[in-house]
């Protein structure tokens, strides 16, 4: 649960990530900006094909709603996988290649084995399971806990919605792990049976 956790936190920041760490190639260099309506594809066109050279013919183009950004070419050299097919990034303000990439980028690669770490722990079908099983329990974990918290008056505040420091450790301990668990059981369930619902068993 702990490596699912941690994995799904960097897995909700990927894009902004990626732009973060690999700003070249997905930012133009021109200081102007051109906006989606008026890029000239017919012209960017040739010169990703050029830039790219001999191979396939161009079989996608990736235009972002946001300024400076690259256009991307997509160059189909075998079956449609990021790993093998040619990209070209163009600045639309130039009309010329920034770079071309034949295969992942570290931080496409760095991505994609977090995200079979997220789904399967690297074991295929069998990590899979596990992962379910253990979001499963993940939410068993949840309700019942929330069924332990619930208080027998809602006038006491002490040890409910707020820490005990002083008493037994014992307690002190408890509510440690119950009042902060009260504030994030919601948003937790919320995460653990949604992601129930992307597994190989619930999701099908």
């Not at 789904?119 to 253990?134: Q, T, W």
């Amino acid at each position: 649960m702990i490596v699912a956790s941690l994995t799904g936190a960097v897995l909700v920041f990927e894009e902004e990530l990626k732009l973060a760490f690999d700003r070249d190639w997905h930012y133009a260099p021109s200081e102007a900006s051109v906006e989606p309506a008026e890029l000239r594809l017919n012209e960017l066109a040739p010169v990703a094909q050029a830039a790219a050279g001999d191979g396939e013919r161009l079989s996608d183009v990736y235009v972002f709603n946001e300024p400076r950004r690259s256009v991307f070419f997509v160059i189909r050299d075998g079956p449609f996988d990021r790993r093998t097919n040619t990209r070209v990034a163009v600045d639309p303000v130039s009309a010329s290649a920034i770079e071309v990439r034949r295969g992942e980028s570290g931080a496409e690669a760095f991505f994609r084995i977090t995200t079979v770490i997220h789904e399967s722990l690297f074991l295929g079908l069998p990590g899979a399971v596990v992962v379910e099983l253990v979001t499963g329990w993940g939410v068993i974990l949840v309700v019942s806990g929330i069924m332990l918290w619930w208080p027998k008056a809602w006038r006491t505040l002490a040890g409910v919605w707020s820490i005990r420091t002083g008493g037994p450790r014992y307690r002190v301990w408890r509510d440690w792990h119950t009042v902060p668990a009260a504030y994030l059981a919601i948003p937790a369930a919320l995460v653990l049976f949604t992601g129930m619902f992307l597994s190989v068993g619930t999701g099908q």
